[in-house]
């Protein structure tokens, strides 16, 4: 069974950055689809930012291209989130997740979440 585990939320003032990492275990994160999501109090769970299981396309969410960039490292098994120039809009708790689903990596089901951490941006 995939397990996930998320690290390296924290407090950030704005305009900062913040590396979010995801530990795997019992499976091989190749073999999946992986996306980062967040939910800030009140509202729905979004999609943050993707990797599509065949062909490794990226894709990001608008609120967060060209601040946000998500990466896989095969030999660690492990996928990263580096956030920069952080608004406190981006306030929310992060979470890693994993799909076994094939085409756009914001349309397949994800089976797989590791438990959260709180990103909080504020002066």
């Known amino acids: 069974q995939l397990q996930l585990v998320e690290s390296g939320g924290g407090l950030v003032q704005p305009g900062g950055s913040l590396r979010l990492s995801c530990a795997a275990s019992g499976g091989t994160l190749d073999y999946y689809a992986i996306g980062w999501f967040r939910q800030a109090p009140g509202k729905e769970r979004e999609g943050v930012s993707c990797?599509?299981?065949?062909?490794?396309?990226?894709s990001y969410a608008d609120s967060v291209k060209g601040r946000f960039t998500i990466s896989r490292d095969s030999g660690k098994n492990m996928i990263y989130l580096e956030m920069n120039s952080l608004k406190p809009e981006d306030t929310a708790v992060y979470y890693c997740?994993?799909?076994?689903?094939?085409?756009?990596?914001?349309?397949?089901?994800?089976?797989?979440w590791g438990q959260g951490t709180q990103v909080t941006v504020s002066s």
């Open positions: 997740a994993a799909s076994r689903g094939v085409g756009n990596c914001f349309r397949v089901p994800y089976d797989y």
């Open positions: 990797i599509s299981r065949i062909g490794g396309t990226r």
